[in-house]
């Protein structure tokens, strides 16, 4: 949505579409190791691996960034031409799961950013599939305890089915809950909402020396008042995650092996003829959970 908006400085005219996953049906004169019919996803992120960035491992931060589906044409249509090294064949999954790669992937470096120690204490606030992947990351990463917040009852059923330890509607009470469950704050809190107001709440739930991970996608111009005595006196970290740092085989490897589940994050797939609605649904708070676009009814 930030990216139909033209706020996540996509270069139009653009055919978007950055989560994808499909059939290769023809590969360049020189492309070793991938042949037509063989299923693959895509990292969407292209960079230089030349520039200060690329060469001291940071990659997201590229000054030649480009990314499918953001700044060149994406997977909203029957064919895409993606580099050849972005491409990873799977067999296992569907195309549907292999998809969902891509917000995995970012997960996955967000995780790695936060560091969550064995036996945290990890609050998620928002449980949409950013929300229930950070959930079952942080799980994997051994959070003794995830706590989930969101406004929908039903979002809260599902991060409880995928093994939140408490979940919390955010109403009035939302402090008070919180530091019931947790006295003395959370030793990670991760902001999947991209709602400012979110997140300064949730900053005063980071325990002393605990993390504050700001993941969700604010606009670019929202603000937060953070004190900057709490952050010293706290000993508190503030710390931002930016799309994808080589972290597409791992986040692969976590799906594949079961130990992710995005099954339950896919609410409904739509034709292309649908993507109108889609955005809709999305931008009225009414998608369930993630929306996917399909051709041909692929699976
Ligand atoms: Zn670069």
């Known amino acids: 949505m930030h990216i139909w908006d033209g706020e996540f400085f996509p270069t139009f005219p653009l055919v978007p579409g950055h989560e994808l996953a499909g059939e290769v049906a023809a590969v360049g004169a020189e492309v070793e190791g991938l042949r037509a019919g063989d299923r693959v996803m895509v990292d969407p992120t292209v960079t230089c691996e030349g520039c200060h960035f690329c060469m001291t491992q940071r990659q997201n ?25 972005n491409c990873y064949r799977f067999e296992r999954v569907s195309f549907s799961e292999a998809a969902f790669t891509e917000p995995l992937a970012c997960v996955v470096f967000g995780q790695d950013r936060a560091r969550i120690a064995l036996g945290s204490q990890v609050l998620v606030l928002g449980a949409g599939p950013i929300g229930q992947l ?99 006196r706290r000993d508190l970290e503030i710390i931002g995650s930016f799309a994808i740092r080589r972290t597409y085989d791992r986040a ?48």
């Not at 960034?65 to 090294?85: L, S």
């Not at 739509?270 to 708070?285: D, F, K, S």
């Open 61 to 85: 931060h590229c000054l030649h960034w480009n990314a499918v589906g953001v700044t060149r044409d994406g997977g909203f249509a029957e064919y895409v031409r993606v580099p050849a090294k």
């Open 134 to 232: 950070h959930l079952q990351a942080s799980r994997a990463n051994g959070a003794a305890a995830v706590t989930v917040v969101d406004t929908v009852e039903s979002k809260l059923e599902l991060a409880a089915k995928l093994g939140a330890a408490h979940t919390v509607i955010a109403d009035g009470d939302l402090d008070t809950k919180l530091r019931k469950i947790a006295r003395w704050g959370f030793d990670v809190v991760i902001d999947a909402t991209g709602n400012p107001r979110a997140l300064a709440q949730g900053i005063a739930h980071a325990t002393p020396g605990g993390r504050v991970l700001v993941f969700g996608v604010c606009s670019p111009d929202a603000k937060v008042e953070v004190s900057p005595f709490d952050i010293y």
């Open 252 to 299: 692969f490897q976590l799906m594949e092996n079961g130990v992710i589940d995005v099954k339950p994050l896919i609410a409904e797939k739509l034709p292309i003829e649908e993507i109108g609605r889609a955005l809709e649904l999305m931008r009225t708070g009414k998608a369930a959970m993630k929306l996917q676009i399909t051709f041909d009814g692929a699976a």
